[in-house]
T-cell receptor
Framework: SQQGEEDPQALSIQEGENATMNCSYK?????LQWYRQNSGRGLVHLIL?????REKHSGRLRVTLDTSKKSSSLLITASRAADTASYFC????????????FGQGTRLTINP | DARVTQTPRDKVTEMGQEVTMRCQPI?????VFWYRQTMMQGLELLAY????????DSGMPKDRFSAEMPDATLATLKIQPSEPRDSAVYFC??????????????FGQGTRLTVV
């Protein structure tokens, strides 16, 4: 079963707008990561946020983590057509052998 | 550029045949993952290794799937016998896991398997 669930499943916005994707998870985590996947390609790591962090920035990306609500959000500011891709959150659990478990992803489309 | 290399990129096989997928992780990485991606199930973790030792293969159908790391430069995923429901894209990823477990995974381009 999936640990992380992204919301929405699909998002379509105009170029220049901000895109926000959410991820909820079920059990306590060591860290949470966001990945991007272009069609037909492998996933690319975007950002990692540790369980003791609340917010992290990388360029146009902003990630928040609320461990009390077991949720995270990824904000992409000033979106570009090249940001069109699927975005996945992945969690590393505290329990067990620290495997990396992915959610179902959000399909983001940026319209020029 | 260091990258994870997967072969073959595409594989079409008949039901019942053995399929072997190979992965060369990034040199120096100590963790290797195998994932399967389908539209219905998304990304499923099949197995993963740390320092070549299997840590978790609970996501893998044991009767037909097997995963091994014969050495640090090669990971294999075998399906025998293959079935049409195994059709999917199989990804290998590698990473360097430190003491606090923060593994950033680097993905290969995947093997697209079609079983007819």
């Amino acid at each position: 079963s999936q640990q992380g669930e992204e919301d929405p499943q699909a998002l379509s916005i105009q170029e220049g707008e901000n895109a926000t994707m959410n991820c909820s998870y079920k059990t306590s985590i060591n860290n949470l990561q966001w990945y991007r996947q272009n069609s037909g390609r492998g996933l690319v790591h975007l950002i990692l946020i540790r369980s003791n962090e609340r917010e992290k920035h990388s360029g146009r990306l902003r990630v928040t983590l609320d461990t009390s609500k077991k949720s995270s959000s990824l904000l992409i500011t000033a979106s570009r057509a090249a940001d069109t891709a699927s975005y996945f959150c992945a969690t590393v659990l505290i329990q067990g052998a620290q495997k990396l478990v992915f959610g179902q992803g959000t399909r983001l489309t940026i319209n020029p | 550029d260091a990258r994870v290399t997967q072969t073959p990129r595409d594989k079409v096989t008949e039901m019942g045949q053995e399929v072997t997928m190979r992965c060369q992780p990034i040199l120096g990485h100590n963790t290797v993952f195998w994932y399967r991606q389908t539209m219905m199930q998304g990304l499923e973790l099949l197995a993963y290794f740390r320092n070549r030792a299997p840590l978790d293969d609970s996501g893998m159908p044991k009767d037909r799937f097997s995963a091994e790391m014969p050495d640090a430069t090669l990971a294999t995923l075998k399906i025998q016998p293959s079935e049409p429901r195994d059709s999917a894209v199989y990804f290998c990823a590698s990473g360097l896991t430190g003491p606090v477990g923060n593994t950033e995974a680097f993905f290969g381009q995947g093997t697209r398997l079609t079983v007819v």
